[in-house]
Every structure is written in C-alpha cells, then in structure tokens.
C-alpha cells in the first residue's frame, strides 16, 4: 500500500512569489492535514480538509490556503511568500471512518524562500 | 483552541536509562493524547497513543500516563537504546475542532552509548 506521497521534494521560491505544495493521501483516506515544520517551532497546524471541505484553519494568515480535490488529493498555496515562511511542510492523512485520529505523514516539502 | 507545551525540548540520556517527557494541555474537552517519533530525516510516526478515559497504557519500552484533572501527560521510556534516539512529539486533539491535532514543540532525546 503506497503511503502519503509529497511532491515537489524541495522548492526554491524568492520572496513574493508563490508556492504550490501537493499531497496525495492514503487510498481510502478522507481527511488531509497540512502542518508547518520550522526550526524549533515543532509542527504548528495549518489546515485540514475532509471530504473536500475546509473544516479547520490553524493561526496563519490568509495568504496560506489550499484545497481538496474530488479524489482527496490536496494542494497548498502560499502567496506573497515571505522568507519565515521557509519550513518544512508535511502533509498527512487519516481514516474516514474509526482510527481517524491516527495521522500517517509524508515525506514533506521542503520549502526555501530566498 | 487548545494549546500544547513541552519540556524539556532536549534530553540526553545514558544507554539503558529511563526518560521522561511531559506535556500539558489547555483544552479541558481534548480527549485524544498520542506521541509520535521523528528520527532524523524521516517522517513523524504514531508510537503510542491514549485516551481521556483511561489512566495509563503500555507498549513494551514505552508507556503514557495521562492526568486529566492536572491536563498533563508523559511518556515514559524504559532501557532506552541508541535507537530512540530521535525527536518525540506530544499532540492533543483540539476537542473544539473534534479533527485535528495541535503538537508540542518536540524534545529531541540522544541515548549514548
């Protein structure tokens, strides 16, 4: 069973651009969550997504968003990007139904703002 | 929301000592508490997790205590091995939101050999 899969692996971005962030989850996985890995900050929430809606947003500006495809697949979207914004970003999904608490992780990406 | 704090954020420990991380959380109605394992490069992992209904649970090495009159929680690790070597992160399901968890900072554990 393929896990949570991440891509791009790194991204290099200037400030001001953009960023794109993927995330395919789990087959059979519903619900994604997006979480922000900086340098001793531990992994701060960002956003979740089940069923293709937006069910919670953690403390960060409007600038982060994102959404959930039909096939729970999930984007992020990082605009004006700013150089705290460079972290590692995880992604991870859970059950549907019973267990749903239990979070499996991607790799990550690796987000570089210069 | 909830909040999760974490102390100590580094601890070094001698091969076959025990160690203790703890955790507190702000959220009276979280009801879920797990721990995951982050080593070095790779993804966190759930390594144990436990209940608002229960006082104690085990997994071998490992154990976690939660005290929900104090909103505190600990993993315990027991003979470590330079394999525990890694960063553990504690987490409470924010009870407000009934989805997602909120993490402590993380404690980075070195088991010398």
């Known amino acids: 069973e393929a896990g949570v899969t991440q891509s791009p692996t790194h991204l290099i971005k200037t400030r001001g651009q953009q960023a794109t962030l993927r995330c395919s989850p789990i087959s059979g996985h519903t619900s994604v969550y997006w979480y922000q890995q900086a340098l001793g900050l531990g992994l701060q929430f960002l956003l979740w997504?089940?069923?293709?809606?937006?069910?919670n947003r953690g403390n960060f500006p409007p600038r982060f968003s994102g959404r959930q495809f039909p096939n729970y697949s999930s984007e992020l979207n990082v605009n004006a990007l700013e150089l705290e914004d460079s972290a590692l970003y995880l992604c991870?999904?859970?059950?549907?139904?019973?267990?749903?608490?239990?979070?499996?992780f991607g790799s990550g990406t690796q987000l570089s703002v210069l | 929301g909830e909040n999760v704090e974490q102390h100590p954020s580094t601890l070094s420990v001698q091969e076959g000592d025990s160690a203790v991380i703890k955790c507190t959380y702000s959220?009276?109605?979280?009801?879920?508490f797990p721990w995951y394992k982050q080593e070095l490069g790779k993804r966190p992992q759930l390594i144990i997790d436990i209940r608002s209904n229960v006082g104690e649970k085990k997994d071998q090495r490992i154990a976690v205590t939660l005290n929900k009159t104090a909103k505190h929680f600990s993993l315990h690790i027991t003979e470590t091995q330079p394999e525990d070597s890694a960063v553990y992160f504690c987490a409470a399901k924010d009870g407000g939101s009934q989805g997602n968890l909120i993490f402590g900072k993380g404690t980075k554990l070195s088991v010398k050999p």
């Open positions: 997504y089940d069923e293709g809606e937006e069910r």
């Open positions: 959220d009276s109605a979280s009801n879920y």
């Open positions: 991870a999904s859970s059950l549907a139904l019973g267990g749903k608490e239990k979070l499996f």
